[in-house]
Nanobody, 120 residues
């Protein structure tokens, strides 16, 4: 079956940078859109950035100009470059992807999340 695994989270000071990765593994036929979500304690999960298979991107207003989403289709991997981090960026970041494990329907998969903590 398909798994998504995030990595790259950690503790960083305000103004610093982190690069998150999301690697899909298993039996994968095709990955369409991929997305990064985040969820802070006591808050709803929110969409941070999304990228289509062809590379079209969208960002939440709160991260636009600071974060960059990208993907490597050959590696079944998505990235989130986070620059100029702020304490309010602190959250668990989740990978989400629409994956077809074999010909047929796509299924939305979620990773386990990776913690990003930005200190002031």
């Amino acid at each position: 079956q398909v798994q998504l695994v995030e990595s790259g989270g950690g503790l960083v000071q305000a103004g610093g940078s982190l690069r998150l990765s999301c690697a899909a593994s298993g039996t994968i036929s095709r990955i369409n859109s991929m997305r990064w979500y985040r969820q802070a304690p006591g808050q709803q999960r929110e969409l941070v950035a999304a990228i289509t298979r062809g590379g079209s991107t969208n960002y939440a207003d709160s991260v636009k100009g600071r974060f960059t989403i990208s993907r490597d289709n050959a590696k079944n991997t998505m990235y989130l470059q986070m620059n100029s981090l702020r304490p309010e960026d602190t959250a668990v970041y989740y990978c989400n992807a629409d994956i077809r494990s074999e010909r047929g329907f796509y299924y939305a998969h979620w990773g386990q999340g990776t913690q990003v903590t930005v200190s002031s």
